[in-house]
């Protein structure tokens, strides 16, 4: 049986933000081709905030998860197949917001 490599937190989080960006990528796809795939879109967000200690219910959740959603659409300009240094730098990219986000809160900041 092969061994799963215990991952630090950070690359578990980058590991799923990466894991969301495929996905999105293939929702914006089948978009783009007018198949509907909203039923289909996994969440993982609420997953990766949760691990990043930004509260569910905070006041500017609204605000997080539009700067969140921004940030993901730029994986429609990637080749998910061919270009993972560009994907990996937008999931790096979009983790540097989160911390940011995740500091900024747990100072108790708005």
């Known amino acids: 049986m092969k061994k799963i490599?215990?991952?630090?937190?950070?690359?578990?989080?980058?590991?799923?933000?990466?894991?969301?960006?495929?996905?999105l990528r293939l929702v914006y796809g089948l978009?783009?081709?007018?198949?509907?795939?909203?039923?289909?879109?996994?969440?993982?967000?609420?997953?990766?905030?949760?691990?990043?200690?930004i509260p569910e219910k905070h006041k500017h959740m609204e605000e997080i998860l539009e700067n969140y959603?921004?940030?993901?659409?730029?994986?429609?300009?990637?080749?998910v197949l061919s270009s993972h240094t560009?994907?990996?730098?937008?999931?790096?990219?979009?983790?540097g917001y989160l911390r940011v986000v995740g500091r900024r809160l747990s100072k108790g900041g708005d």
């Open 86 to 95: 560009k994907l990996d730098k937008l999931a790096h990219e979009i983790y």
């Open 5 to 23: 490599p215990n991952l630090s937190k950070k690359a578990l989080i980058i590991s799923l933000i990466k894991d969301d960006l495929i996905h």
């Open 69 to 79: 959603i921004y940030l993901t659409k730029k994986v429609k300009r990637i080749n």
């Open 31 to 53: 978009d783009a081709m007018q198949i509907n795939a909203d039923d289909y879109m996994l969440h993982l967000c609420e997953t990766i905030f949760s691990l990043m200690g």
